[in-house]
């Protein structure tokens, strides 16, 4: 027998949450590794049925769990475009580092870098969302953004908006885009040859003045 409940309290970096059935009742557990023939990532909100289990402590959980597909308005509407903007923004930064780079405004290691460690990242966040969602060691979040900050975050915003991960949390998404300002001011001061140098010795010339 299956019953029909709603998801609630989803958290999609860890994978888990509970359903609460439509009928009344405890609510069951629920982990991303029950749903069965899974098109998509869970939302709180989601109609599921599932037949009920329980654990070795007891406790109630959800197993070959199902969609539910409904008409309503929210089921139906399309996939945010944040993640084609992103995919755009990234796609055009590393493309315009590729012509300064053709045009000899940088260092050709600059796009390699951005490039290889973009690359190193994606595959680091993905198997951190892995490891989230099956209770293994995690990436710490000060190694995500020090090679975000070493020419990764291209690679590191791509995987974020595709694995739907570390996206939720405020203070590593600010820090997240601080690196991503910072990178993009030094590009801009690099490709133009601003003379950061002497900008700070002539500060540093007036204060002391």
């Given at each position: 027998m299956?019953?029909?409940g709603r998801l609630t309290d989803w958290n999609d970096d860890k994978g888990f949450g509970f359903v609460t059935p439509d009928k009344g009742?405890?609510?069951?557990?629920?982990?991303?590794?029950?749903?069965?023939?899974?098109?998509?990532?869970?939302?709180?909100?989601?109609?599921?049925t599932y037949?009920?289990?329980?654990?070795?402590?007891?406790?109630?959980?959800?197993?070959?769990?199902l969609f539910r597909e409904t008409k309503s308005v929210r089921d139906t509407a399309p996939a945010p475009s944040s993640g084609v903007a992103t995919y755009t923004f990234c796609t055009l930064f590393l493309v315009g580092v590729?012509?300064?780079?053709?045009?000899?405004?940088?260092?050709?290691v600059v796009p390699l870098i951005y490039v290889?460690?973009?690359?190193?990242?994606?595959?680091?966040?993905?198997?951190?969302?892995?490891?989230?969602?099956?209770?293994?060691?995690?990436?710490?979040?000060?190694?995500l953004q020090a090679m975000a900050m070493c020419g990764g975050w291209p690679g590191a915003l791509v995987a974020?908006?595709?694995?739907?991960?570390?996206?939720?949390?405020?203070?590593?998404?600010?820090?997240?885009?601080?690196?991503?300002?910072?990178h993009l001011?030094?590009?801009?001061m690099l490709a133009t040859n601003f003379p950061?140098?002497?900008?700070?010795t002539n500060s540093h010339d007036f204060f002391a003045s």
């Open positions: 299956r019953d029909q009742g405890l609510r069951a557990f629920v982990h991303i590794r029950a749903f069965s023939y899974r098109r998509r990532r869970p939302r709180n909100g989601d109609v599921i037949q009920l289990a329980w654990d070795k402590q007891g406790r109630p959980r959800a197993e070959n769990v590729v012509m300064l780079a053709a045009l000899g405004k940088v260092p050709w290889v460690v973009s690359l190193l990242l994606f595959c680091i966040y993905a198997f951190d969302k892995s490891a989230a969602m099956n209770n293994r060691r995690r990436t710490k979040e000060n190694t974020q908006r595709m694995f739907h991960h570390k996206t939720k949390k405020a203070s590593f998404q600010s820090l997240f885009w601080g690196i991503v300002v910072i001011i030094g590009l801009a950061l140098v002497s900008v700070l």
